[in-house]
Structure formats: structure tokens, C-alpha cells
């Protein structure tokens, strides 16, 4: 039953290897031990498998808690940790479309657990939070962009390809962030839930996370069909906004530990991607790094932590600054760096590719190996 209440512990692990199946090719690559270029493997592994592993095992974990329903079960988590699992291997031989429908079974394993959950919330339980409208808009982004590659693979139009891959990285996660964020930076950064909502303020917040769910899905089509700058502004204009307004970032931490602060700047590094992208097109793959290398995976960092802090009784720890936490923001942020400036040094690109790899599988390395300590010693260390 622990599994199934708390899925994250198998699919916490689970992302921690992904991960670090993801930018190792990188690492191997620079040091010319692999020779092809793993660009492909590690966009499709790192976002459809990585991100997706832990954002299934957190949703698993909280949507029974919030909504009072049961547990995945077997079967769904089952599907879930091997339709993650089976990406990297399938993307690494070419199988694009085996890929893509791994991924969609866990896109729909994901979208009926929460569906079946939301339906089934017990009596006294507050209704779920409005800007939850995310989650079936990132899904059916998702969902659109694994058909378009699954099409490309079979000859569709190249325009397919491009579509495709950035609903699959970018539009799951980016609306999973906007889901969650409004309900965890209250809960992380002051350690109290949000207060509910009138009916009337229910009603409003709803409407204007429906009109910035289209906007946001809207901006991929105008990208890469109509106009590539209108689509990234549009983009990095919703995720700011949903950033500033509903996830109320500006206001400092009240309280102590240094994975909240870290949530706190990754938060205001996800908009700077698609933002700083439609400043120069040009330099449009570095600066998406800043949302994904500075904003989602340092998110994924500092919220797993948050999540593993307190079901396993350390909530003293949480309050404090733990070295491999400190570890981990570092090599992160010199991740960002190296990767963002690596255009700016043509002759020693590849060189700082390498760097760049390296420092985040450091962090990754460390983060995993923190992680795995507390999930399988629970409660070493009880609260004073």
C-alpha cells in the first residue's frame, strides 16, 4: 500500500535514473566517446521521460490526499513508471513512434487517474483550485503533440515535427507548473495552504486561468505556423503573468530552508525562456535552457525535496540548509550558465556543452543520492 499512497518513492528513483540517462550522452559526447549527436535523445528523454516521471509520481501522491479518494492502483502505476521507462530506449534506436505511444499511455494513465479523482472528492474536502484547469489543457497539448510526431514518423508535413516536439517538451510541463504553483508556493514558501475562494472569486479565477490555458496552448500553433517571435511572447507573457499574479511569487519566504528559496528563483526563471527567446530568435534554444535547466528541473529539485522532507519525518531538516541542497542549487545555476553562454565561445561550443552537462549531472547525482537516503531510511530523523 505504501507505493500506491506514495508513488513518488518509486517514481522519484525512477527519474533520478532517467535523468541521468538523459545528459550523460552529453558528457560522453564531449569527451568523444560517443560520436552521434545525442540532441534528439536528450530533449525527448529529459521532458517527456525525466520531468514526466516526477511530475506523475508528485500528482500521484497529492491529488488522494487533496481530493480524499483512493490511491493509484497497481495497474496505473505500473503504466505509468514503465510507459516512462520505455521512452529513452525507444527515441535511442529511432523508434519515434514507439516513443510517442509509451508517452501517450502515460499522458492517459495520468489523465484518467486525475479525471476519475476530481469526480470522487469526499464531502468535507474543499473543491480542487481553479487554476487545476491546467492539467486536462497541458494534457491535451501533450496528447496533440505525440499524434503530430507519431504522424511525422509515418511522412507527415515536416512543420508536424516541430509542432509536435514542442507540445510534447514544453506544453505538459509549462501547464502542470501553472496548475501547481498557485497551490505549493503558499504551501513551500509560507508553509500554510491558500485560503479558498469565494464562489464569485472561484468563478472569475477560473475564467482567467481558462482564457490563459487557450493562450498558452495558442502560442505553439502561432510559433511554428505564423509568426515564431508573436508565439514566444505570447507564451512567455502567460507564464509570467500566471507566475506573478496566481503563484503571488513576489512575496518573500516567511519561513525557513534553503529548498524554498531555490523553488522561489526556479519560479522566476520560467518565464525568462520563451521571454528572452522572442527578444533574438537566434538564440531561441539557449534561452529556452533558462526555463528548462533554471526552471523546471531546479522546480523538480526543490519541490521532491519538499515532498520527501516531510513524509519522511524531516521536517527539522526542511527548515535548515543541508550541503548537498546547497550543492545541487549551485551546480544547477553553473549548469544555466554554461549551457546559456555556450554560443557566445563558437570554438570551444562543444567544450562548454560538456561543462554544462557536467555540472547539472552533479547536481542530479547528488540531488538522487539525497533522495534515495531519506526515501529509504524513513524517519532516521524525527522532528525536535
Known amino acids: 500500500m505504501s507505493l500506491r499512497k506514495e508513488p513518488f518513492r518509486l517514481l522519484f528513483p525512477v527519474g533520478v535514473l532517467l535523468a541521468w540517462a538523459g545528459v550523460a ?20 528523454t529529459m521532458t517527456q521521460a525525466f520531468l514526466l516521471a516526477i511530475s506523475v509520481g508528485f500528482l500521484g501522491t497529492m491529488i488522494p490526499r487533496r481530493t480524499g479518494t483512493p490511491p493509484m492502483s497497481w495497474l496505473e502505476l505500473a503504466l505509468a513508471a514503465a510507459g516512462v521507462a520505455v521512452i529513452p530506449p525507444a527515441v535511442a534506436f529511432g523508434w519515434l513512434a514507439a516513443a510517442e505511444i509509451s508517452y501517450l499511455a502515460v499522458i492517459v494513465t495520468l489523465a484518467q487517474f486525475a479525471i476519475r479523482r476530481m ?11 481553479p487554476s487545476f484547469l491546467f492539467i486536462p489543457a497541458g494534457l491535451i497539448g501533450g496528447a496533440a503533440g505525440a499524434g503530430l510526431l507519431i504522424a511525422f514518423s509515418f511522412g507527415a508535413a515536416p512543420w508536424s515535427l516541430g509542432l509536435g516536439r514542442a507540445l510534447v517538451q514544453e506544453a505538459v510541463l509549462l501547464a502542470l507548473v501553472l496548475a501547481l504553483t498557485p497551490m505549493l508556493t503558499p504551501l513551500i514558501l509560507h508553509g500554510q ?64 530552508g534553503l529548498h524554498r528559496r531555490l523553488y522561489r528563483l526556479a519560479l522566476l526563471f520560467v518565464p525568462l525562456g520563451p521571454l528572452t527567446a522572442a527578444i533574438w530568435p537566434a538564440l531561441r534554444i539557449p534561452a529556452l535552457h533558462l526555463t528548462f535547466v533554471g526552471g523546471l528541473s531546479l522546480l523538480v529539485f526543490a519541490v521532491s525535496l519538499h515532498v520527501v522532507f516531510l513524509h519522511t519525518g524531516r521536517e527539522q531538516v526542511a527548515g535548515g540548509r543541508p550541503w548537498p541542497v546547497a550543492v545541487v542549487g549551485a551546480l544547477t545555476l553553473g549548469a544555466v550558465a554554461a549551457r546559456v553562454c555556450a554560443e557566445r565561445f563558437s570554438t570551444h561550443y562543444f567544450e562548454a556543452l560538456t561543462v554544462a552537462a557536467s555540472l547539472w549531472l552533479g547536481a542530479a547525482l547528488v540531488w538522487g543520492l539525497f533522495l534515495a537516503k531519506m526515501v529509504a531510511f524513513k524517519r532516521r530523523e524525527q522532528p525536535g
Open 119 to 129: 469526480r470522487r472528492i469526499a464531502a468535507p474536502r474543499p473543491p480542487v483550485p
Open 25 to 44: 550522452p552529453w558528457v560522453l559526447f564531449g569527451t568523444g566517446l560517443l560520436r552521434s549527436w545525442p540532441g534528439v535523445f536528450h530533449a525527448l
Open 193 to 256: 495552504a491558500p485560503p479558498e475562494p469565494s464562489p464569485a472569486s472561484r468563478r472569475r479565477t477560473l475564467r482567467l486561468h481558462a482564457l490563459a490555458a487557450a493562450a498558452l496552448l495558442a502560442s505553439f500553433p502561432i510559433q511554428y505556423l505564423a509568426w515564431e517571435r508573436g508565439g514566444l511572447l505570447l507564451r512567455g507573457l502567460v507564464l509570467a503573468l500566471e507566475v506573478a499574479f496566481a503563484a503571488r511569487i513576489a512575496t518573500a519566504p516567511t519561513v525557513r
